[in-house]
C-alpha cells in the first residue's frame, strides 16, 4: 500500500529549500522549514516573499493564495521539529559531511516508515545513506533551478533503496505537477553531468583568452538558442557551487575534463561567487540581481581604430542551401551579388532557390514584393573565376573538403582584385591552411555563417594568426550591416559552438552507451532540466550521425583530448547506415 505524503520537511532554506518550499505548499502539503539560524529562516522567508508576490503580480497566484500558500509553511531552528513529517528533503550546501550529520540526527527524530531525501545535485546518496539506519528510505530528490518553473526532478536511487519508496516518491513528484525520472546513484546524476562539463569548458576557453565572455554567451545563445550563454549559467548557478560539483564529478570519474578550471577557484577566492555576491563572470547592480552592469571588461560598441574595407560587391562560390542563403542574406540588404557555379545551369538553378526563398519571405509577410525584385535583381549567375574580379569580398561556400576549399583559393589569388577579402564559410577546417593557398594569407578570414543563414543570427568570425586586423573589422562590420551577431574566434578546430556542442553530444552518446539511462530520459532531462531547445538525441538526429561523427573525429584529432574520443555507439550507428532523420533512423526510427 503506497504511504500518504502529507507533512513534508525541508533542511535549509536557502534559495533552493525555499524554492522547493513553495512548489511544496502550492500543492497543499504542509511544510516544515528548518534552517540553521534566525538569518537563515529570515533570508529564506525574503526569498518565498519574493517569489510568491512575482506570482501575483503575474497573474499566477491570487493574494488570497498566497496567504494560504505563505500559511502552510511553518519555520524552526530545530530538527526535532520534523518528528511528524512523511518525507523530509535535506537542500542544505553541498558537503558530504554537513549531509551525513544531517541525515544522521533526522534518522534518530523520524517514524520508521519516513522517507529522507537529498537535493543533492552531485554527491554520492549512498554514501549519505548509509549514516543512517534506514539506507533503504533514503533516495535522491534534485529539483532543478528555479524549482518553481522547471519541471524536471530527478529521483535517484541506490542499490540499496526499496523498490515501494522509488514508487512512492516517483508517484509524489507527479503529484507536484514535475516530470520525474528515475536513474541510478552516479555523479552529476543526467542533467549536471552533461551540463557541467560543458560549462568547465567555457570558462577554460576564457581562461586562454580565446574569446570573451560576451562571444561565448552569444554564440551558444544565438547559434545553438541556449536559453542562456554558459558563463552567465554559472554565474547564475554560483561559481563555488559549480566548483563543488565539478571536484565531486572529477574523484569519481578521474576524467581531466570534469577537473574544475583553475579560473574558478581563483575567482571563488577573490569572492566572485556570481549573482549571490554581485559580480562573477559579470558584474550585477547588487547582490542577487539579474542585472549586469558595464564592468572594465565590457567591450566598446565601435572601435574607430581600425580601419575597414569598402564593400559593396559580393562573390559567393557553391549552390547548396548554405551558398544561396548568405546570397540573399546579401542581396536583401542591398549587396550586389555575383553567385558563381561550375556550370551556367546550376548557377541559374540556385538563384531560382533564391527566388523561391524570397517568395516564402513575401507570403509570411516578412518581405514586400517590391523588395523581393530588387534583392533577386541584385543577384547575377557566374561560370569563371574571373567574374569575381571585382568583388570587394568573396564567401567560398563549397563542400566540407579541404582539397577543393585550397583549389577555389588558389583560383580566387588569380583573379580577384588586392585588398579584397576572401572568407571561407567552414565549420571545421583550419582556415589558415585555405589561406596558405594564396600569396594574400592576411585577407583570409573565417566567416562561418549558421543554417539557414536567412534566419540564424549568429556569424562566427575566424581569425587565423596572418589574418589582417583590417579585414576582421571588415568582417565585423559586414556581419553588422547584414543584422547579423559576429563573434570572434580564433582558428581552432570547432571555433566556439561546435567545440562546445559536440564534447556535450558526444557525453551524452557515451552515457547511453554505458546504460545509466536511456536516450528519451536523456533528452527529457536536458530539455526539462535546463531549458534546451532539444534533447542531444532529437539533436543528433537533426544534424546527422555521420556530420556528428566527423566534427568529433576533428575536434579529437587536434585537442588529443581522450574525453574528445567519439563514443563508439556513434561509431557503430553509423557504419550501420543510420545517419539520422535523413536516412529514417539514428538514435530513434522515424516514419
Known amino acids: 500500500m ?31 522549514a528548518v534552517d540553521v539560524d534566525a538569518a537563515g529562516l529570515e533570508r529564506g522567508l525574503g526569498h518565498l516573499e519574493h517569489s510568491t508576490a512575482r506570482a501575483v503580480q503575474g497573474g499566477k497566484l491570487t493574494e488570497d493564495e498566497k496567504t494560504a500558500l505563505h500559511g502552510r509553511i511553518t519555520t524552526s531552528l530545530r530538527l526535532a521539529d520534523l518528528a511528524d513529517c512523511d518525507l523530509v528533503v535535506e537542500a542544505v550546501p553541498e558537503s ?9 540526527e533526522l534518522d534518530q527524530i523520524l517514524k520508521p516508515e519516513a522517507v529522507i531525501a537529498s537535493n543533492t545535485s552531485s554527491l554520492s546518496i549512498t554514501e549519505i545513506g548509509v549514516h543512517t539506519g534506514r539506507p533503504g528510505k533514503v533516495v535522491g530528490l534534485h529539483f532543478f533551478n528555479p524549482t518553481q518553473v522547471l519541471k524536471l526532478v530527478e529521483v535517484v536511487r541506490t542499490v540499496v ?20 525520472v528515475v ?22 576557453m576564457l581562461e586562454s583568452k580565446y574569446a570573451t565572455r560576451e562571444d561565448l554567451d552569444a554564440a551558444m545563445r544565438y547559434g545553438c538558442g541556449y536559453p542562456m550563454g554558459p558563463l552567465a549559467l554559472l554565474d547564475l548557478i554560483g561559481l563555488d557551487t559549480a566548483y563543488e560539483i565539478l571536484d565531486t564529478m572529477y574523484h569519481q570519474s578521474r576524467n581531466r575534463l ?22 562573477g563572470f559579470y558584474t ?3 547582490p542577487d540581481s539579474p542585472t549586469v552592469v558595464a564592468d572594465a571588461l565590457t567591450p566598446s560598441t565601435v572601435d574607430s581604430s581600425v580601419p575597414v574595407r569598402e564593400v559593396q560587391r559580393v562573390g559567393v562560390i557553391g549552390t547548396g542551401t548554405m551558398a544561396t542563403g548568405i546570397a540573399e542574406v546579401f542581396a536583401k540588404r542591398g549587396y550586389d551579388v555575383v553567385l558563381r557555379a561550375r556550370s551556367l545551369d546550376k548557377a541559374e538553378k540556385a538563384i531560382g532557390t533564391v527566388g523561391r526563398s524570397l517568395e516564402r519571405a513575401v507570403s509570411k509577410g516578412k518581405l514586400s514584393e517590391a523588395d523581393r525584385d530588387a534583392a533577386l535583381a541584385r543577384v547575377t549567375p557566374a561560370v569563371e573565376f574571373v567574374d569575381l574580379a571585382d568583388c570587394d569580398l568573396v564567401v567560398e561556400a563549397v563542400a566540407e573538403e579541404i582539397g577543393v576549399k585550397k583549389e577555389v583559393f588558389a583560383a580566387l589569388d588569380e583573379v580577384c582584385k588586392p585588398g579584397a577579402v576572401l572568407a571561407t564559410t567552414t565549420s571545421s577546417l583550419p582556415v589558415i591552411e585555405v589561406a596558405a593557398a594564396t600569396s594574400r594569407p592576411a585577407d583570409v578570414v573565417g566567416l562561418h555563417f549558421f543554417n ?29 550591416d547584414l543584422g547579423k551577431h559576429p563573434v570572434h574566434c580564433g582558428d581552432v578546430a570547432g571555433f566556439i559552438v561546435n567545440a562546445l556542442l559536440f564534447p556535450y553530444l558526444n557525453d551524452a552518446v557515451k552515457m547511453l552507451e554505458a546504460h545509466y539511462a536511456e536516450a528519451d530520459d536523456i533528452d527529457n532531462a536536458m530539455k526539462v532540466g535546463c531549458g534546451l531547445p532539444m534533447g542531444p ?46 536516412t529514417g533512423k539514428g538514435f530513434r526510427d522515424y516514419t
Open 2 to 32: 503506497a504511504r500518504e505524503i502529507n507533512t513534508v520537511g525541508v533542511v535549509g532554506f536557502g534559495t533552493m529549500g525555499a524554492g522547493i518550499a513553495e512548489v511544496l505548499a502550492r500543492t497543499g502539503l504542509a511544510v516544515r
Open 96 to 104: 558530504i559531511e554537513l549531509k551525513a550529520g544531517i541525515f544522521r
Open 161 to 180: 533503496t526499496e523498490a515501494d519508496v522509488v514508487a512512492d516518491v516517483v508517484a509524489f513528484v507527479e503529484r507536484l505537477g514535475k516530470s520525474p
Open 183 to 204: 536513474i541510478g546513484d552516479r555523479a552529476g546524476f543526467i542533467a549536471n553531468a552533461l551540463l557541467f562539463p560543458y560549462l568547465n569548458h567555457a570558462v577554460k
Open 258 to 279: 570534469h577537473a574544475p578550471a583553475p579560473l574558478l577557484k581563483q575567482m571563488i577566492t577573490a569572492g566572485l561567487l556570481g549573482r549571490k555576491s554581485g559580480r
Open 284 to 286: 550585477y547592480d547588487g
Open 452 to 480: 539557414p543563414a536567412q534566419v540564424m543570427k549568429l556569424v562566427e568570425v575566424v581569425e587565423t594568426i596572418s589574418t589582417s586586423a583590417d579585414v576582421v573589422a571588415t568582417a565585423r562590420k559586414v556581419c553588422l
Open 537 to 582: 538525441f532529437a539533436l543528433l538526429d537533426v544534424v546527422g550521425l555521420d556530420v556528428s561523427l566527423a566534427i568529433e573525429r576533428t575536434l579529437y584529432l587536434e585537442f588529443r583530448e581522450p574525453g574528445f574520443a567519439p563514443a563508439p555507439l556513434l561509431e557503430h550507428l553509423v557504419t550501420a547506415g543510420r545517419l539520422g532523420r535523413k
